[in-house]
Every structure is written in structure tokens, then in C-alpha cells.
């Protein structure tokens, strides 16, 4: 099972403000897509699906960009790729399943729901190493 492109690209931002969630100023998407040679135009797309969910807030004018809307402890990468990533139940594809396909129907079922369980465990937190995350005393 493979994540596509925009949910990794989302993975890599998200984790990019968790480092800087500590910092006053907001982070500018053009430092994220240099960094990690992120597409501005894709990059901008996703950072929009993320503002819709409620995991970024935005700043604008000329000192604006993007912050985390909730502290990295409280958003998994299941959060993230909920948004960008279908991981809802698995269509059914035929009217009158058979039963291998039933049988394989539920295979795909527990693929999806284990998929959740597991990316639920990784909180932005603890994929960011200590010596990136920015520490400001105000």
C-alpha cells in the first residue's frame, strides 16, 4: 500500500511546521518547497485541503504563511492523509457479489481499517528529531 505523492508532500509540510510550531512567525511555503523540493503550485493545493480541515491557519500580507491549528501532539499522520487520501471503506464493484468476492471485499476492508489504526500512532511530535524543533521564549 503506497501513499500518493500529495500525501506525502503533506506529511513533509505538516512536519515542517510541527518544528517551527514554537515560532511567532509563520512559516512560508516557499521555505518548505525549497527544503524539500515540493512543486509551490501542488504544494499550495494541499496546504488549502489542510486549512479546510482545520489542521493549518493561515497568516496573510507580506510576514504571513502557515502555522500548525493545533499543537503537534494532537495531529497524526492519519489526520493528515484522511484528508488528502481516500481511506474510507472499499466500494463494493459488483451488484451481485460472488463470494470470493465477498471474501476479498473483506480483506480490502481490514486493510483499510488497520491502515488507520496504524497511522494513528504517529503524532507529529514524535517524528520531528529535538534538534529541529525551534524553542522561543517570549
Known sequence: ????????YACLAMMELAA??????????????????????????IMLQMKASGL????????????LARPPEQITLADILGV??????PEVRTSAPSSMSRRLQRVWK????????????FKLSDLIPQSLVID???
Not at 517551527?20 to 493545493?45: A, G, M, T, W
Open 1 to 8: 500500500m503506497l501513499v500518493t505523492a500529495s500525501g506525502e
Open 20 to 45: 517551527r510550531y514554537n515560532d511567532p512567525k509563520p512559516v512560508r511555503l516557499i521555505e518548505v518547497c525549497e527544503k524539500h523540493l515540493i512543486p509551490q503550485s501542488f504544494l499550495v493545493q
Open 56 to 67: 493549518v491557519q493561515t497568516t496573510r500580507g507580506s510576514a504571513g504563511g502557515y502555522q
Open 84 to 89: 488528502l487520501d481516500r481511506m474510507d471503506e
Open 110 to 121: 481490514g486493510l483499510a481499517e488497520n491502515r488507520m489504526v496504524y497511522l494513528e500512532q
Open 136 to 138: 522561543y521564549v517570549i
